[in-house]
């Protein structure tokens, strides 16, 4: 394949995240609008130019009242900074069509280097004659490091939030003509 312009297809694609609640158990949530640009050779991802943009209020936890809170000042403050951003700086190829994916992420207006573990799954051509590749990522940011740090102490110790989110993105990407 050749270094190309590929579009996220957003119905076959997702961003999810797992965070810890009351230390005993955890909350999923999605973000539902979100876009990429993307140049690449899917087969060798480490010249790659990856750039990604998530709309904050978009965000899904399956509770209306939660979701609103997550937007508000508390939290994210969409208003303030509607957009999580992705750009990525250094790709490494780890082994067998994995790559640690490095860049500037910026979340409530902080910008921090995070890397990201992508593992390309795989290209294929739909049946309307489109080639698709598909792509897998996860990783693991700290709340805090962005500013993130509403919480509240549990009476039986800890807290009602963890710091740590996991991260989680599929993507299937279709080239451009």
């Known amino acids: 394949m050749s270094y190309t312009k590929w579009a ?3 119905t076959h694609s997702s961003i999810d995240f797992t965070i810890r609640h009351m230390m005993i158990a955890k909350v999923k949530g999605t973000f539902h609008a979100f876009e990429a640009q993307i140049e690449a ?3 060798d991802l ?5 750039d990604f943009s998530v709309d904050i209020a978009s965000i899904d936890t ?6 609103a809170h997550l937007r508000s000042g508390d939290f994210f403050d969409a208003e303030k900074y509607p957009k999580m951003t992705f750009r990525s700086a ?8 994995t790559y640690d994916v490095s860049g500037e992420f910026t979340l409530h207006g902080v910008t921090r280097t995070e890397t990201f573990a992508v593992t390309y799954e ?12 598909g792509f897998s990522a996860q990783g693991v940011i700290k709340r805090s490091d962005y500013g993130l ?4 102490a549990l009476e039986t110790g800890g807290v009602l939030i963890g710091d740590e989110v996991k991260v989680s993105v599929e993507i299937e990407a279709a080239k451009q003509a």
């Open 149 to 152: 740090t509403y919480n509240a």
């Open 90 to 97: 250094s790709i490494v190829n780890t082994g067998d069509g």
């Open 41 to 43: 050779d899917p087969a």
């Open 46 to 50: 480490t010249t790659a130019s990856i």
């Open 62 to 67: 399956r509770n209306q009242d939660r979701d």
């Open 8 to 10: 996220v297809d957003p």
């Open 122 to 133: 795989g290209s294929g051509t739909d049946p309307w004659g489109n080639e698709k590749a």
